[in-house]
Protein backbone atom coordinates (compact mmCIF):
# COMPACT_ATOMS: atom_id res chain seq x y z
CA UNK A 1 0.00 0.00 0.00
CA UNK A 2 3.07 2.10 0.90
CA UNK A 3 4.70 2.37 -2.02
CA UNK A 4 1.45 2.34 -4.28
CA UNK A 5 0.82 5.99 -2.14
CA UNK A 6 4.30 7.00 -2.89
CA UNK A 7 3.64 6.22 -6.77
CA UNK A 8 0.53 7.95 -7.00
CA UNK A 9 2.45 10.78 -4.83
CA UNK A 10 5.42 11.14 -7.51
CA UNK A 11 3.32 11.28 -10.08
CA UNK A 12 2.12 14.16 -8.36
CA UNK A 13 4.67 16.25 -7.62
CA UNK A 14 5.81 15.71 -11.50
CA UNK A 15 2.71 17.35 -12.50
CA UNK A 16 0.92 14.21 -13.92
CA UNK A 17 -1.97 12.99 -13.87
CA UNK A 18 -2.69 10.03 -11.26
CA UNK A 19 -3.07 6.97 -13.28
CA UNK A 20 -6.73 5.50 -12.37
CA UNK A 21 -5.99 1.89 -13.37
CA UNK A 22 -3.14 1.96 -11.24
CA UNK A 23 -5.38 3.17 -8.39
CA UNK A 24 -7.73 0.77 -9.17
CA UNK A 25 -5.94 -2.67 -9.16
CA UNK A 26 -4.32 -1.72 -5.85
CA UNK A 27 -7.92 -1.00 -4.78
CA UNK A 28 -8.97 -4.44 -5.65
CA UNK A 29 -6.22 -6.72 -4.17
CA UNK A 30 -6.01 -4.84 -0.99
CA UNK A 31 -9.02 -5.54 0.55
CA UNK A 32 -11.27 -7.74 -1.63
CA UNK A 33 -8.71 -10.66 -2.92
CA UNK A 34 -10.05 -13.20 -1.00
CA UNK A 35 -14.46 -12.16 -0.99
CA UNK A 36 -15.17 -13.63 -4.48
CA UNK A 37 -17.17 -16.56 -5.67
CA UNK A 38 -14.96 -17.89 -7.94
CA UNK A 39 -16.93 -21.10 -9.32
CA UNK A 40 -19.77 -19.45 -11.06
CA UNK A 41 -23.28 -20.42 -10.92
CA UNK A 42 -24.68 -22.55 -13.76
CA UNK A 43 -27.20 -19.83 -14.96
CA UNK A 44 -27.77 -21.28 -18.21
CA UNK A 45 -28.61 -24.52 -17.16
CA UNK A 46 -31.27 -22.38 -14.22
CA UNK A 47 -32.62 -19.99 -16.83
CA UNK A 48 -33.26 -23.04 -19.40
CA UNK A 49 -35.22 -24.81 -16.61
CA UNK A 50 -39.16 -25.28 -18.12
CA UNK A 51 -42.64 -23.54 -16.87
CA UNK A 52 -42.12 -21.35 -13.80
CA UNK A 53 -38.87 -21.23 -11.90
CA UNK A 54 -36.54 -18.48 -10.01
CA UNK A 55 -34.31 -17.41 -12.59
CA UNK A 56 -30.62 -15.94 -11.86
CA UNK A 57 -30.24 -12.51 -13.10
CA UNK A 58 -28.62 -11.76 -16.83
CA UNK A 59 -29.06 -7.74 -16.34
CA UNK A 60 -28.11 -5.53 -13.50
CA UNK A 61 -29.01 -2.08 -12.96
CA UNK A 62 -25.50 -0.53 -10.81
CA UNK A 63 -27.32 2.66 -10.25
CA UNK A 64 -26.87 5.27 -10.10
CA UNK A 65 -28.64 6.19 -6.28
CA UNK A 66 -30.79 8.82 -6.86
CA UNK A 67 -30.82 9.21 -10.60
CA UNK A 68 -33.94 7.64 -11.56
CA UNK A 69 -33.01 4.34 -11.01
CA UNK A 70 -36.81 3.60 -9.39
CA UNK A 71 -38.67 4.70 -12.24
CA UNK A 72 -36.22 3.06 -14.59
CA UNK A 73 -37.78 0.14 -12.59
CA UNK A 74 -40.84 0.59 -13.04
CA UNK A 75 -41.00 1.36 -16.76
CA UNK A 76 -39.21 -2.15 -17.42
CA UNK A 77 -40.98 -4.07 -15.21
CA UNK A 78 -44.03 -3.44 -17.47
CA UNK A 79 -42.40 -5.30 -20.06
CA UNK A 80 -43.93 -8.68 -19.65
CA UNK A 81 -39.95 -9.82 -20.91
CA UNK A 82 -38.63 -8.05 -17.82
CA UNK A 83 -39.17 -9.20 -14.36
CA UNK A 84 -37.33 -7.90 -10.65
CA UNK A 85 -36.84 -9.66 -7.74
CA UNK A 86 -40.27 -9.42 -5.57
CA UNK A 87 -37.76 -8.57 -3.02
CA UNK A 88 -36.73 -5.31 -4.08
CA UNK A 89 -33.42 -4.23 -3.95
CA UNK A 90 -31.28 -7.53 -3.58
CA UNK A 91 -27.78 -5.75 -2.42
CA UNK A 92 -26.08 -9.43 -2.80
CA UNK A 93 -22.98 -8.30 -4.17
CA UNK A 94 -22.73 -5.39 -2.02
CA UNK A 95 -23.58 -6.60 1.34
CA UNK A 96 -21.39 -9.38 3.38
CA UNK A 97 -23.97 -11.12 4.80
CA UNK A 98 -25.73 -11.78 1.46
CA UNK A 99 -22.65 -12.48 -0.68
CA UNK A 100 -21.05 -14.17 2.01
CA UNK A 101 -23.77 -17.08 1.56
CA UNK A 102 -23.53 -17.60 -2.21
CA UNK A 103 -25.58 -18.10 -5.22
CA UNK A 104 -28.12 -20.33 -4.19
CA UNK A 105 -29.25 -17.33 -1.90
CA UNK A 106 -28.84 -14.92 -4.56
CA UNK A 107 -31.54 -17.28 -6.76
CA UNK A 108 -33.53 -17.65 -3.91
CA UNK A 109 -34.39 -14.12 -3.68
CA UNK A 110 -35.33 -13.61 -7.68
CA UNK A 111 -39.04 -14.56 -9.06
CA UNK A 112 -40.32 -17.43 -10.12
CA UNK A 113 -40.75 -16.65 -14.23
CA UNK A 114 -41.32 -18.38 -17.52
CA UNK A 115 -38.30 -18.82 -19.55
CA UNK A 116 -38.34 -16.07 -21.91
CA UNK A 117 -38.44 -13.75 -19.07
CA UNK A 118 -35.07 -12.27 -18.52
CA UNK A 119 -34.89 -10.93 -14.57
CA UNK A 120 -32.92 -7.97 -14.03
CA UNK A 121 -31.44 -7.19 -9.91
CA UNK A 122 -31.29 -3.02 -9.46
CA UNK A 123 -29.10 -2.03 -6.21
CA UNK A 124 -28.00 1.69 -7.36
CA UNK A 125 -25.39 0.95 -4.49
CA UNK A 126 -23.32 -1.45 -6.65
CA UNK A 127 -21.92 1.05 -9.26
CA UNK A 128 -19.59 3.40 -7.01
CA UNK A 129 -18.01 0.48 -4.78
CA UNK A 130 -14.46 -1.08 -5.87
CA UNK A 131 -15.29 -4.37 -5.12
CA UNK A 132 -18.16 -5.12 -7.31
CA UNK A 133 -17.17 -5.60 -10.86
CA UNK A 134 -15.26 -8.13 -10.00
CA UNK A 135 -17.41 -10.05 -7.57
CA UNK A 136 -20.06 -9.54 -10.66
CA UNK A 137 -17.82 -11.16 -13.64
CA UNK A 138 -17.07 -13.70 -11.39
CA UNK A 139 -20.99 -14.62 -11.55
CA UNK A 140 -21.05 -13.45 -14.96
CA UNK A 141 -19.10 -12.05 -17.09
CA UNK A 142 -22.05 -11.79 -19.91
CA UNK A 143 -24.26 -10.10 -17.86
CA UNK A 144 -25.33 -6.46 -19.37
CA UNK A 145 -25.03 -3.66 -17.00
CA UNK A 146 -27.16 -0.44 -16.87
CA UNK A 147 -26.58 2.50 -15.22
CA UNK A 148 -28.83 5.86 -14.76
CA UNK A 149 -26.79 9.48 -14.48
CA UNK A 150 -27.67 12.39 -13.57
CA UNK A 151 -26.33 15.76 -12.67
CA UNK A 152 -24.27 15.08 -9.55
CA UNK A 153 -24.26 18.08 -7.98
CA UNK A 154 -28.04 17.87 -7.30
CA UNK A 155 -27.72 14.40 -6.96
CA UNK A 156 -25.70 15.11 -3.45
CA UNK A 157 -29.12 16.80 -2.08
CA UNK A 158 -31.37 14.54 -3.32
CA UNK A 159 -29.12 12.02 -1.73
CA UNK A 160 -28.55 13.77 1.49
CA UNK A 161 -32.42 14.30 1.56
CA UNK A 162 -33.15 10.98 1.12
CA UNK A 163 -30.52 9.54 4.16
CA UNK A 164 -31.72 11.96 6.20
CA UNK A 165 -35.57 10.74 5.87
CA UNK A 166 -34.43 7.24 6.39
CA UNK A 167 -32.24 7.95 9.49
CA UNK A 168 -33.48 7.08 12.54
CA UNK A 169 -32.27 9.84 15.83
CA UNK A 170 -30.43 6.69 16.90
CA UNK A 171 -28.57 6.69 13.35
CA UNK A 172 -27.98 10.58 13.33
CA UNK A 173 -26.19 10.24 16.76
CA UNK A 174 -24.05 7.44 15.68
CA UNK A 175 -23.06 9.18 12.64
CA UNK A 176 -22.37 12.55 14.53
CA UNK A 177 -20.47 10.62 16.84
CA UNK A 178 -17.97 9.12 14.32
CA UNK A 179 -17.52 11.76 12.26
CA UNK A 180 -16.23 15.65 13.09
CA UNK A 181 -16.37 16.02 16.69
CA UNK A 182 -16.28 19.82 15.95
CA UNK A 183 -19.43 19.64 13.87
CA UNK A 184 -21.77 17.72 16.46
CA UNK A 185 -25.00 18.78 15.61
CA UNK A 186 -24.50 18.25 11.44
CA UNK A 187 -27.14 15.68 10.88
CA UNK A 188 -29.84 17.35 13.50
CA UNK A 189 -29.61 20.16 11.38
CA UNK A 190 -30.74 20.55 7.97
CA UNK A 191 -27.84 22.68 7.07
CA UNK A 192 -27.15 20.94 3.68
CA UNK A 193 -24.19 23.61 2.83
CA UNK A 194 -22.35 22.64 6.64
CA UNK A 195 -22.72 18.77 5.50
CA UNK A 196 -20.94 19.16 2.08
CA UNK A 197 -18.14 21.71 4.01
CA UNK A 198 -17.17 18.71 6.19
CA UNK A 199 -17.30 16.18 3.73
CA UNK A 200 -14.77 18.32 1.75
CA UNK A 201 -12.93 19.25 4.71
CA UNK A 202 -12.70 15.30 5.45
CA UNK A 203 -11.88 14.58 1.61
CA UNK A 204 -9.00 17.46 1.23
CA UNK A 205 -7.40 17.33 4.68
CA UNK A 206 -3.98 15.69 3.25
CA UNK A 207 -4.37 18.62 0.03
CA UNK A 208 -4.84 21.72 1.71
CA UNK A 209 -3.88 23.09 -1.44
CA UNK A 210 -6.89 21.64 -3.16
CA UNK A 211 -9.33 22.66 -0.39
CA UNK A 212 -8.45 26.51 -0.18
CA UNK A 213 -8.65 26.37 -3.76
CA UNK A 214 -12.07 24.77 -4.35
CA UNK A 215 -13.59 26.88 -1.20
CA UNK A 216 -11.94 30.40 -2.75
CA UNK A 217 -15.23 32.21 -3.59
CA UNK A 218 -12.61 35.43 -4.66
CA UNK A 219 -10.26 34.09 -7.38
CA UNK A 220 -10.94 32.17 -10.17
CA UNK A 221 -10.78 28.30 -10.14
CA UNK A 222 -7.89 27.02 -11.72
CA UNK A 223 -6.83 23.63 -9.67
CA UNK A 224 -9.02 21.32 -11.65
CA UNK A 225 -6.17 18.98 -12.27
CA UNK A 226 -4.73 19.10 -8.41
CA UNK A 227 -8.74 18.61 -7.54
CA UNK A 228 -9.19 15.54 -9.32
CA UNK A 229 -5.80 13.74 -7.94
CA UNK A 230 -6.49 15.00 -4.81
CA UNK A 231 -9.97 13.31 -5.26
CA UNK A 232 -9.06 10.02 -6.74
CA UNK A 233 -5.81 9.97 -4.22
CA UNK A 234 -8.54 10.09 -1.33
CA UNK A 235 -11.05 7.40 -2.83
CA UNK A 236 -8.21 4.97 -3.78
CA UNK A 237 -6.72 4.98 -0.20
CA UNK A 238 -7.60 2.20 1.76
CA UNK A 239 -7.59 3.63 4.78
CA UNK A 240 -10.61 6.07 3.46
CA UNK A 241 -13.07 2.78 2.43
CA UNK A 242 -14.96 3.16 5.62
CA UNK A 243 -14.97 7.00 5.91
CA UNK A 244 -16.95 6.73 1.80
CA UNK A 245 -19.56 3.98 2.89
CA UNK A 246 -20.66 7.09 5.13
CA UNK A 247 -22.11 10.33 5.16
CA UNK A 248 -21.64 12.67 5.04
CA UNK A 249 -18.34 11.88 2.03
CA UNK A 250 -20.29 9.25 0.89
CA UNK A 251 -22.53 12.46 -0.92
CA UNK A 252 -19.59 13.94 -3.31
CA UNK A 253 -17.67 10.56 -3.76
CA UNK A 254 -20.33 8.85 -5.01
CA UNK A 255 -20.77 11.50 -7.93
CA UNK A 256 -17.42 10.05 -9.44
CA UNK A 257 -18.82 8.59 -12.23
CA UNK A 258 -15.97 8.27 -14.86
CA UNK A 259 -14.06 6.91 -12.05
CA UNK A 260 -16.06 4.17 -11.02
CA UNK A 261 -17.74 3.18 -14.57
CA UNK A 262 -13.68 3.06 -15.30
CA UNK A 263 -13.82 -0.10 -12.69
CA UNK A 264 -16.42 -1.98 -14.91
CA UNK A 265 -15.08 -1.06 -17.97
CA UNK A 266 -12.35 -2.29 -17.62
CA UNK A 267 -14.02 -5.85 -16.68
CA UNK A 268 -17.00 -6.22 -19.57
CA UNK A 269 -16.83 -5.24 -22.87
CA UNK A 270 -18.15 -1.90 -24.19
CA UNK A 271 -21.25 -3.62 -25.59
CA UNK A 272 -22.76 -5.23 -22.47
CA UNK A 273 -22.81 -1.25 -20.78
CA UNK A 274 -25.96 1.03 -21.44
CA UNK A 275 -25.43 3.97 -19.61
CA UNK A 276 -28.47 6.52 -19.65
CA UNK A 277 -29.08 9.91 -18.76
CA UNK A 278 -31.54 10.65 -15.87
CA UNK A 279 -33.03 14.30 -17.99
CA UNK A 280 -33.62 11.49 -20.93
CA UNK A 281 -35.25 9.36 -19.05
CA UNK A 282 -37.81 11.71 -17.11
CA UNK A 283 -38.50 14.42 -20.62
CA UNK A 284 -38.57 11.08 -23.17
CA UNK A 285 -39.35 7.67 -21.32
CA UNK A 286 -40.87 6.03 -23.94
CA UNK A 287 -37.43 6.91 -26.33
CA UNK A 288 -35.26 5.46 -23.16
CA UNK A 289 -37.01 2.92 -22.94
CA UNK A 290 -36.98 1.55 -26.60
CA UNK A 291 -33.04 2.06 -26.00
CA UNK A 292 -33.12 -0.10 -22.68
CA UNK A 293 -35.50 -3.06 -24.83
CA UNK A 294 -32.62 -3.11 -28.07
CA UNK A 295 -29.71 -2.98 -25.78
CA UNK A 296 -31.24 -6.04 -23.88
CA UNK A 297 -32.54 -7.64 -27.12
CA UNK A 298 -36.22 -8.16 -26.15
CA UNK A 299 -39.40 -7.41 -27.98
CA UNK A 300 -39.98 -3.86 -27.54
CA UNK A 301 -43.53 -4.11 -25.27
CA UNK A 302 -43.13 -1.02 -23.42
CA UNK A 303 -43.78 1.97 -25.68
CA UNK A 304 -45.36 5.46 -25.79
CA UNK A 305 -48.37 4.24 -24.80
CA UNK A 306 -47.38 3.54 -21.49
CA UNK A 307 -46.63 6.60 -20.02
CA UNK A 308 -48.65 9.84 -18.69
CA UNK A 309 -47.56 13.19 -18.21
CA UNK A 310 -48.39 13.79 -14.39
CA UNK A 311 -47.93 17.59 -12.61
CA UNK A 312 -47.49 16.58 -9.38
CA UNK A 313 -44.18 14.93 -10.01
CA UNK A 314 -43.48 16.51 -13.00
CA UNK A 315 -42.18 13.57 -14.20
CA UNK A 316 -44.61 10.77 -16.46
CA UNK A 317 -46.10 8.32 -14.77
CA UNK A 318 -46.02 4.62 -16.27
CA UNK A 319 -48.71 2.09 -16.89
CA UNK A 320 -48.69 -1.27 -18.38
CA UNK A 321 -52.23 -3.63 -19.38
CA UNK A 322 -51.51 -5.37 -16.19
CA UNK A 323 -51.93 -2.28 -13.70
CA UNK A 324 -54.97 -1.06 -11.91
CA UNK A 325 -53.48 2.55 -11.55
CA UNK A 326 -49.96 4.23 -13.06
CA UNK A 327 -46.84 4.31 -11.34
CA UNK A 328 -46.06 8.04 -10.87
CA UNK A 329 -42.70 7.80 -8.24
CA UNK A 330 -43.68 9.02 -4.58
CA UNK A 331 -45.68 11.98 -5.45
CA UNK A 332 -46.58 13.03 -1.44
CA UNK A 333 -43.09 12.49 -0.86
CA UNK A 334 -42.45 15.88 0.14
CA UNK A 335 -38.39 15.51 0.89
CA UNK A 336 -38.25 15.44 -3.27
CA UNK A 337 -35.16 17.33 -3.91
CA UNK A 338 -36.96 19.61 -6.35
CA UNK A 339 -38.74 21.41 -3.58
CA UNK A 340 -34.90 22.55 -2.58
CA UNK A 341 -32.46 24.90 -3.70
CA UNK A 342 -29.06 24.43 -3.29
CA UNK A 343 -27.30 27.88 -1.92
CA UNK A 344 -24.87 29.44 -4.79
CA UNK A 345 -21.70 28.94 -3.12
CA UNK A 346 -22.34 25.42 -2.56
CA UNK A 347 -23.28 24.86 -6.14
CA UNK A 348 -20.04 26.14 -7.05
CA UNK A 349 -17.71 24.27 -4.97
CA UNK A 350 -19.69 21.18 -5.74
CA UNK A 351 -19.61 22.18 -9.68
CA UNK A 352 -15.54 23.09 -9.27
CA UNK A 353 -15.18 19.43 -7.83
CA UNK A 354 -17.24 17.24 -10.54
CA UNK A 355 -16.11 19.73 -13.36
CA UNK A 356 -12.44 18.32 -12.61
CA UNK A 357 -13.36 14.61 -13.24
CA UNK A 358 -16.08 15.63 -16.22
CA UNK A 359 -13.50 14.44 -18.67
CA UNK A 360 -13.05 10.71 -17.26
CA UNK A 361 -16.85 10.15 -17.54
CA UNK A 362 -16.79 11.78 -21.30
CA UNK A 363 -13.86 9.74 -22.46
CA UNK A 364 -16.23 6.74 -21.76
CA UNK A 365 -19.61 8.40 -23.38
CA UNK A 366 -18.25 11.42 -25.04
CA UNK A 367 -19.46 14.45 -24.55
CA UNK A 368 -22.88 14.38 -26.46
CA UNK A 369 -25.22 12.42 -23.30
CA UNK A 370 -24.35 14.81 -20.02
CA UNK A 371 -23.33 18.03 -22.01
CA UNK A 372 -26.73 19.82 -20.43
CA UNK A 373 -24.47 19.36 -17.22
CA UNK A 374 -22.64 22.25 -18.54
CA UNK A 375 -19.33 21.18 -17.24
CA UNK A 376 -17.33 21.14 -20.83
N1 LIG B 1 -39.53 9.50 -14.13
C1 LIG B 1 -38.32 9.89 -13.71
N2 LIG B 1 -37.29 9.99 -14.56
C2 LIG B 1 -36.06 10.36 -14.15
N3 LIG B 1 -35.77 10.68 -12.87
C3 LIG B 1 -36.77 10.60 -11.99
C4 LIG B 1 -38.08 10.20 -12.34
N4 LIG B 1 -38.84 10.22 -11.23
C5 LIG B 1 -38.02 10.62 -10.23
N5 LIG B 1 -36.79 10.86 -10.70
C6 LIG B 1 -35.60 11.29 -9.99
O1 LIG B 1 -35.12 10.12 -9.37
C7 LIG B 1 -34.72 10.43 -8.04
C8 LIG B 1 -34.82 9.16 -7.21
O2 LIG B 1 -33.86 8.30 -7.74
P1 LIG B 1 -33.84 6.75 -7.47
O3 LIG B 1 -35.13 6.14 -7.84
O4 LIG B 1 -32.63 6.22 -8.18
O5 LIG B 1 -33.65 6.70 -5.90
S1 LIG B 1 -33.08 5.49 -5.05
O6 LIG B 1 -31.63 5.50 -5.17
O7 LIG B 1 -33.68 4.25 -5.53
O8 LIG B 1 -33.51 5.84 -3.67
C9 LIG B 1 -35.66 11.54 -7.63
O9 LIG B 1 -34.99 12.32 -6.68
P2 LIG B 1 -35.80 13.16 -5.58
O10 LIG B 1 -36.65 14.12 -6.33
O11 LIG B 1 -34.76 13.83 -4.77
O12 LIG B 1 -36.58 12.16 -4.80
C10 LIG B 1 -35.85 12.32 -8.92
O13 LIG B 1 -34.83 13.29 -9.09
Same mark, same amino acid.
Given at each position: ?18 D ?25 G ?23 T ?25 RA ?6 Y ?15 ? #?? &???? +???? =????? /??? !? ?12 E???R ?10 M ?99 D? #?? &???? +???? =????? /??? !? ?7 E ?63 Y ?8 N ?9
Open positions: MFVMLQRIENQLRRGENVKYMIKDFEFSQKFKNTIHTKPPDIRQNSLLGKARRFPRIIITGMQKCGGALKDAMTRSPYLAWSSQGETHFFDNNYNQGQAYLDMQPEVSPEVIV #FD &KTPS +LMTD =STIPA /RVK !AYDPDVKIISILCPTHTLSHYLHAKAMTKQEMEDQNRHFNQARKSLYNSDNFEEVIESAIDEIFAQDEFVRNAVLDMKNEFRAHQATRAAFYRYVANPANFEQMQKLPVQLIQRGLYGYYLNQWYL #FP &KENI +LILS =SADMS /RKP !AQTLATVQFLGVPKAVDPRNFFWNNETGHYCVMGPEDDEPHCGNAKNKNRSSNFEINPRTKIILNRIYQSVQDLVDLVGQLFSEWGYN
